[in-house]
């Protein structure tokens, strides 16, 4: 039963343009969400995270939006960079649980 | 250098033979975990820890075993390999709140 979904397995964008990468739950006791970007032969790193209090959160060229009563994030990179060319993943997990569940990625891809 | 490695990166073994997989990570982080990575899973819990001494399972866990005597190391062994532990497999490390923070990945191949 997977509790944390990424439903576009891939996506292309222009240089530029807005990238939006979606994620939706099941786990309504989730309350802490991150997203992570991995290349190729490199193990995932850290992007940018929300608690369950806020609905956005902003890091440069990256915002994280949550809709709690959809149990749905998104991942907004604007203007995006061929550079942004990965795998992303989010996660979730409960707070004092810290057990992180990913989903199972959306590879964007950045054209020049 | 401060950080987390995984050895080693690649092994081939056979099916039923006794693999480990080293994690030690400089930092002193409380939380460590194994991930598995797999084409159209993403990255599947195997095993976390809390501390030394306490370990939990994910959502994945047979097959494999975990143990945590020192806070620095979580080795992760496979008691008898199969093929379908054929995958490439993540440490991970947290402090008590927040980001993960990755190795680089242990490529296992099972004939």
């Known amino acids: 039963d997977q509790q944390v979904k990424q439903n576009s397995p891939s996506l292309s964008v222009q240089e530029g343009r807005i990238s939006i990468l979606n994620c939706d739950y099941t786990n309504s006791m989730f309350d802490y969400f991150l997203w992570y970007k991995k290349y190729p032969a490199e193990g995932p790193t850290f992007l940018i995270s929300i608690s369950s209090i806020k609905d956005k959160n902003e890091d440069g060229r990256f915002t994280v939006f949550l809709n709690k009563s959809a149990k749905h994030l998104s991942l907004h990179i604007v203007p995006s960079q061929p550079g942004d060319s990965a795998v992303y993943f989010c996660a979730a997990y409960t707070s004092g649980t810290y057990k992180y569940i990913f989903g199972t990625g959306t590879r964007l891809k950045v054209l020049a | 250098d401060a950080g987390i490695t995984q050895s080693p990166r690649y092994k081939i073994t056979e099916t039923g033979r006794q693999v480990t997989l080293m994690c030690h990570q400089t930092w002193s982080h409380s939380y460590m975990f194994w991930y598995r990575q797999d084409l159209g899973h993403g990255l599947r819990l195997i095993y976390y820890s809390a501390a030394a001494d306490i370990t939990d399972k994910g959502e994945v866990p047979d097959g494999y075993v975990v143990s945590r005597s020192k806070t620095e190391n979580f080795p992760l062994t496979l008691e008898s390999a199969t093929r379908s532990q054929t995958s490439v497999y993540f440490c991970?490390?947290?402090?008590?709140?927040?980001?993960?923070?990755f190795g680089e990945g242990s490529r296992l191949t099972v004939l």
């Open positions: 991970a490390s947290s402090p008590v709140t927040g980001e993960l923070f």
